[in-house]
């Protein structure tokens, strides 16, 4: 699915010629140091950023060739929850219901239906993840994009998304989840981003601090 992949941001080589191939009901972790390039990569396997060099497929054919279709086969979550803070969590899920899916289920397996029609900016950090979370399970996609998805949930929150996680995957869909963290995952393949030093120099950095 991604062969030889180079990202530059500014002047540093973050990605330098990452590869991966996933199959359905597959599960890979992206771990490494602050840095090493982990939400470069989802979001170039999102389709959100172009990567410098390097190929991207879904089943054979490139994601550039129709990045509609990716769209629609994907499922991505960043750090930031990206809710309309003035709608509440069902009206945020609204947003992205796919006709056919059943919001009530998506609010039952984030443990939201309490929280359903309070507005999002009143939601705690864990609720909002939980929310963007929900978000993800409503878009009904194959692949499933995660940056650092149990930030700020607590224990129970945790299992919840284990058990979506695994329901996700027993239907064939796969998985890629950024961590610092362990995850509730079996079976897991996990590619390790090593990092690099900044080949800048601290004076490199020619600003006026006066
Ligand atoms: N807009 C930007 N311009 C230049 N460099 C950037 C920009 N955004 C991020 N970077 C750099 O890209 C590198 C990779 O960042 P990225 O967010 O992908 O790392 P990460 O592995 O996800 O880190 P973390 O574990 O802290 O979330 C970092 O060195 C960062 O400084």
């Known amino acids: 699915m991604a062969d030889n992949l180079c990202v530059f941001r500014g002047d540093r080589l973050v990605l330098d010629g990452v590869s991966l191939h996933l199959h359905a009901g597959d599960a890979m972790l992206l771990t490494g140091p602050n840095g090493a390039g982990k939400s470069t990569l989802l979001r170039v396997l999102a389709g ?4 410098d060099s390097g190929q991207l497929t879904w089943n054979g054919q490139s994601i550039f060739e129709d990045p509609a279709a990716h769209a629609e086969r994907v499922a991505y979550i960043g750090h930031q929850d990206a809710l309309k803070p003035g709608l509440s969590v069902a009206e945020n899920l609204h947003l992205f219901t796919r006709p056919g899916a059943r ?19 009143l939601l705690s950090a864990g609720q909002k993840r939980r929310t963007a979370l929900a978000r993800v399970l409503l878009a009904e996609a194959p692949l499933w994009l995660l940056d650092e998805p149990s930030l700020g949930l607590d224990s129970a929150a945790i299992t919840l998304l284990g058990h979506a996680m695994a329901a996700h995957r027993a239907r064939g869909g796969i998985l890629i989840a950024t961590t610092h963290v362990p995850l509730p995952l079996d079976n897991t393949c996990a590619l390790d ?6 080949p800048r120099p601290f004076g490199a950095f020619e600003g006026d601090y006066a």
């Open 193 to 198: 981003l090593p990092g690099a030093t900044d």
């Open 103 to 121: 919001m009530a289920d998506a609010l039952e397996a984030m443990d939201l239906l309490p929280l359903a029609n309070l507005p999002a900016r």
């Open 48 to 51: 959100l950023r172009k990567p």
